[in-house]
């Protein structure tokens, strides 16, 4: 709980500054480029994370390997995270930047679960209601999971909608199980 509301805080303070430079969608893509660094090189997240090295170490290392790739903006914010011990919340922050931003490019980010692959028509009907519910153009993010049985589960935000068969049927048979009992119980039969 506290990772994400430190993350939240420092998002919503690069958000600002990246506003107010007028370089929001740049700032969301070095982001993105930097967590995917650290994570695809696990030496660099080593070397990050490592306790025992020097803080001016990591940010010259760091600034070698992304010399000209980021802005100076995204850059030192890395080292004002590596100075004050945070660049573990990375990734937590460029989660919730890229959300502040979506606020303000009026983007809603939705995850669609399915138990099967949608066609592209499916895709585009779903595109639009989503984009008539929430008022916002729609970003989907496509998953198939063949344990739902069938339908789709969506997330919007926080929102989850669940539409799957598996969760109707574990609904139903939670009922099952409620209303077999009771007879009983009622009977005297255990």
Same mark, same amino acid.
């Given at each position: ?36 660094? !650290? @994570?695809?090189?696990?030496? /660099?997240? &080593? ?7 020097? %803080?001016? $170490? =990591? ?52 995850? !669609? @679960?399915?138990?099967?692959? /949608?066609? &592209? ?7 639009? %209601?989503? $984009? =008539? ?58």
């Amino acid at each position: 709980m506290l990772n994400g509301a430190l993350a939240r805080r420092y998002a919503q303070a690069l958000y600002e500054l990246a506003v107010e430079m007028t370089v929001l969608d740049q700032i969301d893509r070095e982001l993105c480029d930097m967590v995917k660094l !650290v @994570t695809d090189h696990q030496e /660099l997240k &080593s070397l990050l994370n490592h306790p025992n090295i020097d %803080v001016e $170490a =990591k940010k010259e290392t760091v600034g070698k390997i992304l010399d000209r790739s980021v802005s100076e903006l995204s850059k030192h914010f890395l080292y004002l995270l590596i100075d004050r011990k945070r660049q573990n919340l990375l990734s937590l922050i460029q989660r919730e930047y890229t959300c502040l931003a979506n606020e303000a490019r009026n983007i809603a980010e939705t995850k !669609v @679960t399915s138990a099967a692959p /949608l066609t &592209s028509s499916q895709e585009d009907k779903l595109k639009q %209601v989503i $984009a =008539k519910i929430t008022g916002k153009n729609v970003q989907l993010s496509i998953e198939v999971n063949p344990d739902l049985v069938g339908g789709v589960k969506l997330q919007i935000g926080d929102r989850v909608m669940d539409g799957s068969i598996s969760t109707a049927l574990d609904k139903l048979r939670e009922e099952l199980r409620k209303t077999s009992i009771k007879p009983q119980q009622e009977a005297g039969v255990s």
